[in-house]
C-alpha cells in the first residue's frame, strides 16, 4: 500500500492540478482514507486517496488476495458555490473503504447508497459509478497487479435509484443524456422517468 499511494496521488495531481484541501477518516480496522479537493474554476472536484492501497476482494472468496484484483479511487466533481458540498468528505470516505468493510468490490454500473444525503440538504442519498479511463487516466502498475481505476461517481436521486435498480445504469445515464442533466449541479432534480 505504502508504495502505490504516492503514485496514485501523482497521477491525481497531474491530472486535477493540486489540492487546495485535504481531510483524512479512519474507520475501525481500516486503513486511513483521505479525500483530496481540488478546485477548477467553478467545479469542485473530490478525490479518494486509499481505496486503491488494498486489491477489492471477492466477498465469497475465503482467502483476500493481497495482491490481484481490481483497485479504484473515486471521483466527484460538482459546481461550488451552489451548496455546502464540502460536506461530503466523510460521505466519500464511507464509500471508499466500503470494499474493506462490506467487502465489496466497486465497478462501473454499480450503485452505492449512503442512505442519507450526501451533503446536508443534498436530493442525493446514493451514486451510479461510472467508467474511468475520462478525467483521470488509469494508472497502470507492475505485473501481477492491476491497474488503479479513477471512478466519477454521479449523485442518483431517491427516484433515479429505484428506475436504475429497474432498468439498468446505462437506460439511465441514457435517459440523463437525453434531458441533458447536469450532473454536477449539487441542486439538481430528478430527470423526467415517465
Known sequence: MAEILPLVEARLR?????????????FLGTDRIEVLRFLDGDIVRYATLGMSGAPMADPTSP???????PRAELVLSVRGGLADTDQVL???????????????IVAPGASLDLGEPLW???PFTSVLVAES????????????????????????THNE??????????ELQERWLTHGTDLRDPLRTSVPLD
Not at 464511507?94 to 462490506?102: I, K
Not at 479511463?133 to 442518483?156: H, I, S, T, W
Not at 435509484?161 to 446505462?170: D, E, F, N
Request: no cysteine; charged share 25%.
Open 90 to 104: 466523510r460521505p466519500l470516505a464511507v464509500l471508499a473503504a466500503s470494499p474493506q468493510v462490506e467487502g465489496l
Open 133 to 156: 479511463g475520462g478525467l483521470v487516466e488509469d494508472l497502470e502498475l507492475d505485473e501481477p497487479m492491476e491497474p488503479v481505476r479513477f471512478l466519477p461517481l454521479l449523485p442518483m
Open 161 to 170: 435509484a429505484a428506475w436504475k435498480r429497474v432498468r439498468g445504469a446505462q
Open 63 to 69: 482467502l483476500a488476495d493481497p495482491v490481484k484484483g
Open 14 to 26: 497531474s491530472a486535477l492540478g493540486e489540492p487546495d484541501a485535504r481531510a483524512d477518516v479512519t
Open 120 to 122: 446536508t440538504g443534498a
